[in-house]
């Protein structure tokens, strides 16, 4: 099994940054892929961003540009940078580890934008 803590979320304004942080620990080597979701009030869980062990990563079009997901392979570690943030943003935030059966999640992290 593979536990997934997400840390940095928090409040800020629009137009800011905010760098979110997910480290893994237990059975890693069996992780295919990390990614972050989130879900604001009302909404399904949407994917973010994903990146490969491999390096490929994945963008929803709502963060192109202003978001970057990276690892930290030495640290079992996969960060979120976000920047030029928008209230649209604001949502819980959760981490993913992609697994050959079903996906590890995150208890999830707040962020919110204001205006």
């Known amino acids: 099994q593979v536990q997934l803590v997400e840390s940095g979320g928090g409040l800020v304004q629009a137009g800011g940054s905010l760098r979110l942080s997910c480290a893994a620990s237990g059975t890693i080597f069996s992780i295919n892929g990390m990614g972050w979701y989130r879900q604001a009030p009302g909404k399904q869980r949407e994917l973010v961003a994903r990146?490969?062990?491999?390096?490929?990563?994945l963008y929803a079009d709502s963060v192109k540009g202003r978001f970057t997901i990276a690892r930290d392979n030495a640290n079992y570690t996969v960060h979120l940078q976000m920047n030029n943030v928008k209230p649209e943003d604001t949502a819980v935030y959760y981490c993913?580890?992609?697994?050959?059966?079903?996906?590890?999640w995150g208890p999830g992290t707040q962020v919110t934008v204001s205006a």
């Open positions: 993913s580890a992609i697994m050959p059966g079903p996906n590890s």
């Open positions: 990146i490969t062990n491999d390096g490929r990563t």
